[in-house]
Structures are given as C-alpha cells and as structure tokens.
C-alpha cells in the first residue's frame, strides 16, 4: 500500500544518510551517499508533493489537508540542508548539516507515518492507491 511504499522510502533514504556518516573522513564514499540520499529525498518530497498530497485532497475535506500544509512547510526546511553535490566544500560543514537533517527527518517521518500516511490510504480508493502507488513505486526506483 501507499503508507509502506512511503515508509519504506524513509528507511531508504536513511541507509544512504547512515552511510554519509560511516564514511569517516573519505570524502569520496561521503559523497557518493550524499548525492544518493539528497536525489532520494527530492524525489520522495516531490511525489509526496505533485501526486500523493493532491491525490488525498481530491478524498478529504479541508480541515484534513491541515497536516499536509504542515508536511510541505517542513519540506522546504528539510530542502533547506541539502546542498548541491558538488558542496560544501568541507566535510565538517557537510556532516553538520546531515546531523541537522537528521534531526528533522526523524520528527517528520515519524509524523507521516503514523498520522499522515494512514489517513490518506484510508482516504483514497482501492483503485486509485494501487494506480498511484505502482506510479510512485516506478519514479523512486529511478533514483
């Protein structure tokens, strides 16, 4: 279903971050899961985003679409730490700021997955998951 596909994102997602941390002081296998975990994490946000937060909106009312308004607030103060591959310049800056964002992504997925993600898949039809979810499934893969 959608919440486990989501979910098992997250757990994805923080492999490539655990292995940012493991890289000790290579540069090189710091980046390759920096540049791993930053494309998921786009990706992840941007499907959530341009498919399964206007997907839930077409199934609830108004009031429901108050922790999507919150999901996407935090998304731009996640975003906020991801900077291009090719940067920082120094690893110190870089670990910095993947202890940050993991601070955030702890609190926020926890959200998702135990409020959000069970409200939309009891929201959206059968159907209609399983379109969107083979949809989400094929883009992150890519990644």
């Not at 296998?29 to 992840?44: D, E, F, I, N, T």
């Not at 077409?58 to 919150?70: F, I, L, R």
């Not at 291009?84 to 310049?89: C, F, L, T, V």
Request: aromatic share 6%.
């Amino acid at each position: 279903d959608l919440w486990s596909l989501f979910e098992n994102d997250h757990r994805r997602i923080d492999l490539n971050i655990a292995g940012i941390r493991r890289s000790g002081t290579s540069r090189e296998a710091m980046m390759k899961y920096y540049s791993k975990a930053r494309a998921q994490l786009l990706k992840h946000i941007e499907l959530e985003e341009s498919e399964l937060f206007p997907a839930f909106g077409e199934h609830t009312t108004p009031e429901q679409m108050g922790p999507v308004q919150v999901m996407i607030a935090e998304h731009r103060e996640i975003t906020s730490y991801l900077s291009n591959p090719g940067e920082p310049a120094d690893t110190q800056t870089l670990l910095r700021n993947v202890e940050a964002l993991t601070g955030k992504l702890a609190v926020h997925n926890k959200k998702e997955e135990l409020i959000l993600y069970p409200l939309i898949n009891r929201s959206i039809p059968r159907e209609e998951r399983n379109k969107l979810f083979r949809k989400c499934f094929e883009e992150m893969e890519k990644v």
